[in-house]
C-alpha cells in the first residue's frame, strides 16, 4: 500500500507562485511515473504534469513554461513549482504514482488563484 499526502495548497494573487509538494509513505525509487493532477468544479480530473522514473517530464499545454515538476528521491517527493499563476488554475490538485500494477492518489490539496 502506498499513501500520498499533498501539502502547499493555498490563495494566491494572479501572477504568484505556489510550490506543491507531494509525501509519499514509501521509498519512491521503485515508482514509475508520479504526476500531479488538477480537477477544477465540475469537470474530469486532468493531467497538469507527469514524470517518469527516469526523469521525463510532460505537461500540459496550458501549464508549460510556467509549472515545473521534479522528483526526489531520496526525500520520497515530487513537487509542483507553480509561477505566473492564472485564475484557470483554481483547482483540487491531486498527485498520483504508479507503483506495481496499480496507481494511488492523494486527498488533493486546494489552489485558488483570486486577485
Known amino acids: 500500500q502506498v499513501q500520498l499526502v499533498e501539502s502547499g495548497g493555498s490563495s494566491v494573487q494572479p501572477g504568484g507562485s505556489l510550490r506543491l509538494s507531494c509525501a509519499a509513505s514509501r521509498n519512491i525509487f521503485s515508482f514509475g511515473t508520479m504526476g500531479w493532477y488538477r480537477q477544477h468544479p465540475g469537470k474530469q480530473r486532468e493531467l497538469v504534469a507527469q514524470?517518469?522514473?527516469?526523469?521525463?517530464?510532460t505537461y500540459a499545454s496550458s501549464v508549460e513554461g510556467r509549472f515545473t515538476i521534479s522528483r526526489n528521491n531520496a526525500k520520497n517527493t515530487v513537487s509542483l513549482q507553480m509561477n505566473s499563476l492564472k485564475p484557470e488554475d483554481t483547482a483540487v490538485y491531486y498527485c498520483?504514482?504508479?507503483?506495481?500494477?496499480?496507481?494511488?492518489w492523494g486527498q488533493g490539496t486546494q489552489v485558488t488563484v483570486s486577485s
Open positions: 498520483r504514482a504508479d507503483w506495481g500494477l496499480a496507481d494511488y
Open positions: 514524470i517518469t522514473s527516469a526523469g521525463s517530464t
